[in-house]
């Protein structure tokens, strides 16, 4: 935000939005071109110059072009509005920065949370399963354990009804948390997350930078690290990562994920 606020007070760069609804960014915009909600595409799509529309919005497309995108919540069918983002960088020979929806998803991206990547943005011969897919299967007895971290699919999944089908079926669902969610709630078992300001780790922002978070409050209670959960299921299956700090955990990372050597 900061960096685009900057270009467009400072260097005077056009700032062309597109939403369905009200946004911070209407502020500095140049052009602000409202569309029903589901019909971002179609409004893409008129931008490219074989549309043209709005006219005035399209003037004002220079050289460099950067469209960035941010994905609506899991589990939209987005595939038309992509493409439609794609096909406007393209035809600009624009650059595209694709805005996570989250504060954490960039870095949950480059560890291969995401159906046909890997680690590092390896490409998978068997893809796992999406948003939509996981609680399905759950929902179908498909799965024996959900584990859920730091997410709430109740409150934030598209189809709240599959979320709480999924949740009260017949996996054992275990949920990662720092407060009480609608998603706690149907656990059966919670295990207390520490907050941001208690863990150690890093933050990877929008332009792949880390920062280095530091604990600067002792964890209450049994609040602990999820890699720590993880670790301690992990032992409890008969696995051995050899983990004992974060520093163990860097380093395990570093060796295994090419993004981050």
Not at 131 to 156: K, N
Request: include cysteine.
């Amino acid at each position: 935000y900061l960096r685009l606020r900057k270009a467009v007070l400072d260097q005077g760069a056009k700032l062309i939005v597109i939403s369905s609804r009200r946004i911070s960014l209407d502020n500095l915009a140049t052009h602000v071109i409202r569309c029903d909600a589901g019909g971002e595409a179609d409004a893409i799509e008129a931008l490219l110059p074989s549309t043209a529309t709005p006219a005035e919005a399209v003037r004002d497309i220079g050289d460099p072009v950067v469209i960035a995108w941010a994905p609506g919540s899991p589990g939209r069918d987005e595939t038309a509005v992509f493409g439609a983002v794609v096909a406007l960088a393209h035809e600009y020979e624009g650059r595209l920065l694709v805005c996570p929806p989250h504060a954490g998803s960039q870095g949950m991206i480059d560890m291969g949370c995401y159906p046909s990547l890997g680690p590092g943005y390896s490409v998978l011969d068997e893809p796992g399963k999406d948003t939509r897919q996981i609680l399905e299967a759950a929902a179908s007895s498909d799965l024996d354990a959900l584990l859920v971290f730091g997410a709430d699919p109740i409150a934030d999944f598209p189809d709240a009804a599959l979320a709480e089908r999924a949740l009260s079926g017949d996996a054992y669902v275990v949920v990662m948390e720092l407060f009480a969610t609608a998603t706690a709630t149907h656990a059966d078992a919670v295990f207390p997350s520490v907050a941001y300001a208690e863990r150690e780790g890093t933050l990877t922002n929008l332009e792949r930078r880390l920062q280095k978070l530091e604990p600067v409050l002792a964890p209450p209670g049994a609040a602990t690290e999820p890699w720590r959960a993880c670790l301690r299921l992990a032992q409890a299956l008969g696995e051995d990562w050899g983990w004992r700090n974060f520093g163990d955990v860097w380093a395990d990372l570093r060796a295994s994920v090419a993004t981050h050597t």
